[in-house]
Structures are given as structure tokens and as C-alpha cells.
Nanobody, 119 residues
Framework: QVQLVESGGGLVQPGGSLRLSCAAS????????MGWYRQAPGNERELVAV???????DYADSVKGRFTISRDNAKNTVWLQMSSLKPEDTAVYYC?????????????WGQGTQVTVSS
């Protein structure tokens, strides 16, 4: 099975920065896209950023100019650099991977990592 391991969450003051990491392993031949979603209590899970294997990116309007997504295809790893953090960025952040193994296409989620922005 495909495993996603997230790290990098924590507590940071407003205006601070954090870098999240997500590494995929297991039965993977190719990863087409990797992304980050977030969910605060009582809210819907929302897309934060996504990056394709070719490097195309997309961001939620609320994080444009503050967050940067990047990836290392050889390592099946994606990062989310978060800067100028705001209290409203507080949420559980989930890594998402869309890939294939043989003829099988799959979508997998990481376990989630808590990001708390507070003074």
C-alpha cells in the first residue's frame, strides 16, 4: 500500500513561517500530482496548493503570495513553504497524492499535521 508521511507542523506566531513535508512510499510507479489540503474544525476540507509532475502549480486565493509548493519527483516528496502566517491558517494540513501503480490509478491522503498560528 502507498504510505504518506507528513511532518513539519507545529505552533508559530503570526507572521512566522513553517515548512511542511510529505514523502510517499510503497507501490508507486508514477505520481501525477501532489497537493496540500487543510481543514479547521467545523469547516470543509479545502485545497491549499497542488503541483503536477511537470511543475505546474495552483494555489487557493487565500494563500497566494504567501505559500509556495515544491516537489522532488525522484524522492516522491512535496513541500509546502508557508510564510506570513495568519491565525486563519490554523488547521490540520493533509498531503494528497494522485498517482499510478501499473494500470491502477490511486489517490491517497496523509495522516494530517497540525498547524497552529497564535501569539
Amino acid at each position: 500500500q502507498v504510505q504518506l508521511v507528513e511532518s513539519g507542523g507545529g505552533l508559530v506566531q503570526p507572521g512566522g513561517s513553517l515548512r511542511l513535508s510529505c514523502a510517499a512510499s510503497g507501490n508507486i510507479n508514477s505520481i501525477n500530482a501532489m497537493g496540500w489540503y487543510r481543514q479547521a474544525p467545523g469547516n470543509e476540507r479545502e485545497l491549499v496548493a497542488v503541483i503536477t509532475r511537470g511543475g505546474n502549480t495552483d494555489y487557493a486565493d487565500s494563500v497566494k503570495g504567501r505559500f509556495t509548493i515544491s516537489r522532488d519527483n525522484a524522492k516522491n516528496t512535496v513541500w509546502l513553504q508557508m510564510s506570513s502566517l495568519k491565525p486563519e491558517d490554523t488547521a490540520v494540513y493533509y498531503c494528497n497524492v494522485k498517482g499510478s501503480y501499473g494500470s491502477i490509478q490511486f489517490v491517497r491522503w496523509g495522516q494530517g499535521t497540525q498547524v497552529t498560528v497564535s501569539s
